[in-house]
Structures are given as C-alpha cells and as structure tokens.
C-alpha cells in the first residue's frame, strides 16, 4: 500500500508539471507584425484584454538601417472593438523620432488605420505618413532585427 501511494504521488507531480509547462507555452505570446509599407514588430506581443493596456516592445524594419528600436502601449477598447498602439520608435542613423498611432479593429481583418508623425532634425514636428494598406497580425515568419 504504501509503494502504491509513494508511485500515485510520483505520478500526480509528474503530470501536474506537465499541465505547468504546457500552459507555459501556451500562454506564450508570438511576435505580432503590423505592415503599412514599413514592418513593425512587436516582440512577444499579444492583443490586450477588452478594457486592458499592455507595453509594446519592438523594432521597426524598413531601408532606414537600424537598429530601429521601439516602445509604446497598446489598449483595447472596453467593448472590444479595437485596439490602438501608440509606438515611438528611435532611428539612430538619421537621428529621427518617429511617433505612430495604430488602429485596429477587432476581431483583426481589414479596415486598420495607421498615421506617423515625427521630430525630423533641421525641419521639425512634421506629419508624413497616414491612411494606406495596413495588416496586422503574427509574423510569419518574423522579420530579423535590423
């Protein structure tokens, strides 16, 4: 009786990490790609919860060179229609900021809205991008980091 017990207990622990591990794995986020001419990834990124905000991590991937590093936030609306992400992305090369707005709606399909403005030395707060064919979504694959 007691082996039975000590084997019952070995087993129990066995597949409680396993139930551990693959929830790990399964909450794991993949990088997310929103593509308007230029690619911006966001690393490990998952569309927050309805009424939620999350941190955006990531780089941006155009000719610019590199690397082109950003931040910002993400938030879903309370009801769930949409998400905006708001990204300041760095670009060391040229010395511009770049501030993007990003919305989404959800569930994720067409009609996304993407605007750029940015602090270009010697001329500047100017708007220059806004509107066009945005996607959104998982990589795949993912873009390397420039």
Request: proline letters at 8%.
């Given at each position: 009786?007691?082996?039975?017990?000590?084997?019952?207990?070995?087993?129990?622990?066995?597949?409680?990490?396993?139930?551990?591990?693959?929830?790990?794995?399964?909450?794991?986020?993949?990088?997310?790609?929103i593509t308007n001419?230029?690619?911006?990834?966001?690393?490990?990124?998952?569309?927050?919860?309805?009424?939620?905000?999350?941190?955006?991590?990531?780089?941006?991937?155009?000719?610019?060179?590199?690397?082109?590093?950003?931040?910002?936030?993400a938030c879903t609306?309370?009801?769930?229609?949409?998400?905006?992400?708001?990204?300041?992305?760095?670009?060391?090369?040229?010395?511009?900021?770049?501030?993007?707005?990003?919305?989404?709606?959800?569930p994720l399909g067409?009609?996304?809205?993407?605007?750029?403005?940015?602090?270009?030395?010697?001329?500047?707060?100017?708007?220059?991008?806004?509107?066009?064919?945005?996607?959104?979504?998982?990589?795949?694959?993912?873009?390397?980091?420039?």
């Open positions: 009786m007691r082996n039975w017990s000590r084997s019952r207990l070995t087993i129990i622990v066995a597949l409680a990490s396993a139930m551990a591990l693959d929830s790990v794995v399964l909450a794991s986020a993949s990088d997310f790609c001419g230029d690619t911006v990834v966001g690393k490990s990124f998952r569309i927050p919860s309805k009424g939620k905000c999350k941190p955006w991590l990531g780089y941006t991937v155009n000719d610019e060179g590199g690397p082109n590093s950003g931040t910002g936030t609306a309370s009801d769930g229609s949409h998400v905006t992400i708001e990204i300041t992305t760095m670009y060391p090369a040229s010395g511009d900021t770049i501030f993007a707005t990003i919305m989404l709606p959800l067409s009609g996304a809205t993407f605007g750029e403005s940015g602090l270009i030395p010697g001329t500047g707060y100017v708007l220059f991008k806004g509107g066009g064919s945005t996607t959104a979504g998982p990589c795949n694959p993912t873009p390397p980091a420039p």
